[in-house]
């Protein structure tokens, strides 16, 4: 094997290794990105159930236009995308008032949400 080669296969090595540093890094941050929004999730689960039970509106638009300016203002802060920042934000707070809405009909239609056992025709 020319020295060349030997040095270029040595580079890959190197490079395949910190990959798969980079890599274990990734996956800690993703782990962490799930169960922050595991936590974030269950305290709008119960802001939901807040609103349903008092007949308060799923969605909160001077909230979410207080929330996205402090998000792109830390964005910036963080060297980060505060665009990315706002759109990532607003992807989950559509889910969110999705889980509220959906909270607000179960309250409203308990029947609906907890239809109990199913009757067989031969009961
Ligand atoms: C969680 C709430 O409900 C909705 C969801 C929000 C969120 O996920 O941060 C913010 C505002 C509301 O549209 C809330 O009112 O605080």
Redesign the pocket.
């Known amino acids: 094997m020319s020295a060349e080669i030997a040095s270029e296969t040595d580079d890959v090595a190197r490079a395949r290794e910190l990959l798969r540093d980079l890599r274990t890094s990734i996956d800690n941050f993703d782990a962490s990105i799930i169960y922050l929004l595991a936590e974030?999730f269950r305290?709008?689960e119960r802001?939901?159930l807040l609103?349903a039970e008092h007949k308060l509106p799923?969605?909160?638009?001077t909230?979410?236009r207080e929330?996205i300016a402090r998000l792109r203002d830390l964005a910036k802060d963080a060297k980060f995308n505060p665009d990315f920042a706002e759109k990532f934000?607003n992807f989950?707070?559509k889910e969110?008032?999705r889980h509220?809405e959906a909270a607000a009909s179960a309250q409203a239609n308990p029947e609906l949400a907890n239809p109990g056992p199913v009757q067989r025709s031969n009961d």
């Open positions: 974030r305290a709008t802001v939901g609103k799923a969605a909160d638009p909230r979410e929330q934000l989950i707070v969110v008032i509220h």
